[in-house]
């Protein structure tokens, strides 16, 4: 992994993590490097680029640092899976948005178009499972496919919620635990989740066994959703790679307009259907003059709080959970 | 399973199984329709009518012939993951294809818009290997992954081969191998690749361990696309649910062209791009006129009668090779 191209709070954890967590971490790297090799110029031409973008492989870091430093070749191969499904899921978003750019790099879809960004995305699922396939277990099974199917019921949602300006903030949070949350909290249990067939999932699925560590990574998804939300607002593209107002143009609701329709009541009537830019970032700067946006990093906040407390009942060492509370704060400085 | 509603042959073999065979397929629908209504609203709208519109169901059938009479829970998992790769694939081919109609009923895509049919069919996917997580072993996952990248890796071959007159026969080989045989393959296989995390597959991936299903299933998964490619040339419409011709307006070059373009010059200068419907009849009129739709259905009964001599090198019982040849007819008969 080449530091320079990482944001600070990751650098900060590789640091304090002494030699073992960059060195697993650049085997992650070198795994999804070989696996685009592997298909030859037909995923090499396409995915490549996404795959040298980078990103800041927060969740193989979790997987990583929730295994700790005595796992063995099954967590690289976990934190391998879970970076193929988030990297297959941004592949189809892109297609289903249409996006230029991700990471200030042209997307799949806009260099190679539809048919085979999508291709691309479904080959980067399958092999996310085949990563499991070689040493994973059932339990890892299990939850890998769970956040999956999770994932893609957030996607229905999103669709069945698009361009409607009343929707609940109830149902905006149950969106980014479906869209968001389900995977960080899958890369927290999935290194535990036993190398010969042990499950953290109780038999008949019901009940987490490791609910500290569900609560944190559940609650630093939430976090991080809401900032990139707050980001969409705010801008500035320079540094999100993406122009402001972006999820207003898909038609896609976030909290700090579901807040601020209630400060300002001309935005509960918005018509969101045939936006330009220029009126979106007009309704950006709307949304931010009513002050909500303080409200939801404050409320991001005070989820990671939550999460850091939450790692007090989990299994880990007082090392490890030093790590991952910096993971935590780094999901809050990233933003602030 | 409403046996009124599937194809002679698979009844054929329904019928020669006594009740085990049928009461497992039925298993099997009743889980897909579970898996339906467990996602509520969301799936069962676009999903649904995908499900209820049913089709052959062989490779669940494969996955059960070749799992045999004694299997247990995990084989009717097994044949459910199998289905549910298969129905995904389908919903994300018509996405690309854009088509309106898939065994006669509206596609999700033409039904539901091409967002919402991409979320259906990463669901469909997720939830295959969810099937897994639940009682399937390490190796099940490995095949189960294996042919979904494959299954990926075709579709990316046959965008880079599109409208591409001059491809070879070879090529064309190789693109059913990924697209549709590999699936097959896997259908034979995964049942019999442990319950308890034993693979079929040698330890590095490199060989099968059992040959015999292998080269059965591949060979009448490619006899099985052979087939499906002379109908699109011959129709009729009525029977194939689908326009004569759609292959060319999609721009995929099959066999039946590859072959018809030695005898036929005139074939070989064709420009794919920007065809109409009754051009496209017009060209399967001139592939049919130079006679190669015997030889390419003389290729996959060729490859039938290879399949059922593998057989005789499987570790399969008599009356589970019995049951499975009449699949491997079945899947000329259908066409003949």
Redesign the interface.
Known sequence: MNRSAVPPPVTMVLDAAEAWLPARMEAVEERLRRLVEA?GE??AA?AGSTLAAGGKRLRPMLVLLSAGPGAGQAAIRAATAIELVHMA?LV?DD??DAAPLRRGRPTVVARS????A??????L??????E????????Q??????A??A???G???Q??DAFDVSISGQRYLERCGLKTARLFECACLIARAGED?GSSVGPGGERPLEPGLTVFGREIGLAFQLLDDVLDVTGPPERTGKARGTDLLDGTVTLPLILARDRDGSLAELELRGLDDGSAEAICDRIAATGVLEEVRAGARRRVELAKRALGRSPLDAKQRQLLELVADGVVERYS
Chains 1, 2 share one sequence.
Do not use: I, K, N
Not at 141 to 146: A, H, P, W
């Open positions: 298909h037909l995923l396409d899921s189809h297609v289903l178009g539809r048919e085979r999508l291709a691309v995305g479904d080959l699922f399958s092999r996310a499972f085949a499991l396939g070689q040493d994973g277990s059932r339990g099974v299990e939850l890998l496919s769970g999956s199917v994932l893609a019921l996607e229905l949602a669709r069945r067939g």
